[in-house]
């Protein structure tokens, strides 16, 4: 069975950092791409980055680019954001999702629970 | 960036209406087009990729059509469990936006 457990998420006041974490089984972790996706509270769905199955070509939403980082640990089956410089708008749940290619083209058929990310003083 | 317009954002619908939704993208984007299913509190679902392919598991009454620009997502009867919030995205490009959203809602 295909499991995605996000972790990471909590309370950080603006301009902090946090890392999310995304630990996946049940399928071949290296053969698909990855990618987070963030929802903030009674919004919409917003692609935040995306990494190919390799970890060797990663996107980024230009509201995040420069200050997250998206990678991930096939050796352990570990997907990861590193979020630094946060804002109040960052505040959202985030979910990290399996896509049905090494490419992510043909969309995302496994999501995590997801883990809420909270900016404020 | 590729923008996606779905229309309508709100939809108010009986059990057994035939539901359709539409999805404008701002450029081509060939097929590369997925619908997903949210319910509050929950992860999304995908229900169609490729702009027309069924996800296993998915009803057969959720269908999908178009290429290009224009894209529909329909709900051939629609059911107590289909209430819910309907996404497009687009895959062609990065960034892999998704639409709005739109809201199905009993009438």
């Known amino acids: 069975e295909v499991q995605l457990v996000e972790s990471g998420g909590g309370l950080v006041q603006p301009g902090g950092s946090l890392r999310l974490s995304c630990a996946g089984s049940?399928?071949?972790?290296?053969?698909?791409?990855m990618t987070w996706v963030r929802q903030a509270p009674g919004k919409g769905l917003e692609w935040v980055s995306g990494?190919?199955?390799?970890?060797?070509?990663?996107y980024y939403a230009d509201s995040v680019k420069g200050r997250f980082t998206i990678s991930r640990d096939n050796s352990k089956n570990t997907l990861f954001l590193q979020m630094n410089s946060l804002r109040a708008e960052d505040t959202a749940v985030y979910y990290c999702?399996?896509?049905?290619?090494?490419?992510?083209?043909?969309?995302?058929?496994?999501w995590g629970q997801g883990t809420l990310v909270t900016v404020s003083s | 960036d590729i923008q996606l317009t779905q229309s309508p954002s709100f939809l108010s619908a009986s059990v057994g209406d035939r539901v359709t939704i539409t999805c404008r993208a701002s450029q081509g984007i060939s097929s590369y087009l997925a619908w997903y299913q949210q319910k509050p509190g929950k992860a999304p679902k995908l229900l169609i990729y490729?702009?027309?392919t069924l996800q296993s598991g998915v009803p057969s009454r959720f269908s999908g059509s178009g290429s290009g620009t224009e894209f529909t997502l329909t709900i051939s009867s629609l059911q107590p469990e289909d209430f819910a919030t309907y996404y497009c995205q687009q895959l062609n490009i990065y960034p892999q936006t998704f639409g709005q959203g739109t809201k199905v809602e009993i009438k």
């Open positions: 049940g399928f071949t972790f290296s053969s698909y791409a």
């Open positions: 990494i190919s199955g390799s970890g060797l070509t990663t």
């Open positions: 999702a399996k896509g049905q290619t090494l490419s992510g083209s043909l969309g995302y058929d496994y």
């Open positions: 490729t702009a027309s």
